[in-house]
């Protein structure tokens, strides 16, 4: 099982700060965070646009991380928005 965390205005705006994914869904192994990405933004428009590509920065196990690093089962993966500061 994924344990997915939400962090900033990401957790705010589809208002949850966790969800538990199981690998397999509907017969597919969510192996990649694109999957899971893909996944998570086909909850609906909210979730669409909160996680679409350059809007939500992503970490596996506390590192960040590309789309196409590979998932395993306990992975913890987290979104957040991009930060910016001077």
Do not use: H
Not at 13 to 32: A, F, R, V, Y
Not at 43 to 56: S, T, V
Request: charged residues 20%.
């Amino acid at each position: 099982m994924l344990k997915v965390l939400f962090f900033g205005q990401l957790k705010e705006i589809i208002k949850t700060d966790s969800l538990d994914i199981e690998l397999i869904q509907s017969g597919k192994q969510i192996n990649t965070v694109t999957m899971l990405r893909s996944l998570l933004q086909a909850k609906g428009d909210i979730w669409n646009e909160c996680l679409a590509y350059g809007k939500a920065l992503v970490a596996v196990n506390q590192e960040m991380t590309s789309d196409d690093a590979a998932l395993n089962d306990a992975d913890e993966i987290a979104f957040f928005p991009p930060v910016t500061g001077g």
